[in-house]
């Protein structure tokens, strides 16, 4: 047994670039939906990829849109907006009947002072998105990205039975103060899915495995040791070049 590996595609360039490649290739994709692709493609632009994807075997994994979207914030206004965003998106999801779904908590740096009113809403808000998972069977995945600590998310995965963890060390490396094998040794228990692109320490730069200083040895030998080998590892590169040598670099490693 080995992962599942997938490439992160925006579903634009998906659509209108990258389809036959991906086909020809059978690459397994992780749709990343942004907010103008809900409103500028009709539901039958994702059912007509959806099925495409579907035909050719090919597994998929959906990104949730994330852009200025936090359903645990202090303003109920913005809470309540980004609920129903959020679930307009997972509408469109469910038509490539994903294997994950992957959702940002919203957190920002500025709600630490407030971090538990901020808390309190989010668990209020993911109750929600999770109860409509659950009727779709559809699987969420929450991703770490601002969070100080795993500590921070640990109690989130505990309230909450069916949800598990999208781990990105990359976000951990730069946005965090502890380190990305403090995060996997911590959360491992509730881990679903691996982000996989690297940094050089300071920017959250999405390069190639193995171009930064991201600890992947080290987080993929955990894996091993640990058996969890039914994990999804997502290659998260911003170019085709970096994406097609982290793509290699997986496949060699598992």
Request: aromatic share 14%; glycine share 2%; hydrophobic share 45%.
């Amino acid at each position: 047994m080995k992962p599942l590996v997938l490439i992160s595609i925006p579903f634009e360039l998906l659509k209108e670039k990258y389809i036959n490649l991906v086909l020809e290739n059978a690459v397994n994709v992780e749709v990343s939906l942004k907010a103008e692709n809900l409103d500028c493609f009709t539901r039958k632009d994702f059912k007509e990829v959806a099925q495409l994807l579907k035909f050719n075997n090919l597994k998929t994994t959906v990104h949730l849109p994330f852009f200025d979207l936090s359903i645990g914030a202090l303003d109920p206004w913005i809470r309540k907006i980004s609920l129903k965003r959020i679930f307009f998106a997972i509408e469109r999801a469910r038509l490539f009947e994903p294997l994950n779904l992957i959702l940002h908590t919203g957190y920002y740096l500025e709600h630490y002072e407030r971090r538990v009113e901020w808390l309190k809403f989010f668990k209020e808000e993911l109750s929600k998105v999770l109860e409509w998972c659950q009727e779709m069977e559809l699987v969420l995945s929450l991703e770490n990205v601002f969070e100080p600590e795993p500590e921070f998310l640990k109690p989130i995965f505990e309230t909450f039975s069916g949800l598990f963890w999208c781990f990105d060390p990359a976000h951990a490396k730069v946005f965090s103060n502890k380190d990305e094998l403090y995060w996997l040794e911590v959360l491992h228990p509730f881990l679903k899915e691996v982000h996989c692109h690297d940094n050089l320490g300071q920017r959250d730069d999405h390069l190639a495995i193995g171009r930064g200083v991201i600890k992947f040895a080290e987080i993929f030998n955990f894996i091993k040791k640990n058996s969890l080998l039914e994990i999804l590892l997502t290659v998260e590169a911003h170019s085709e070049k970096d994406a097609q040598l982290s793509w290699k670099y997986l496949n060699e490693v598992f």
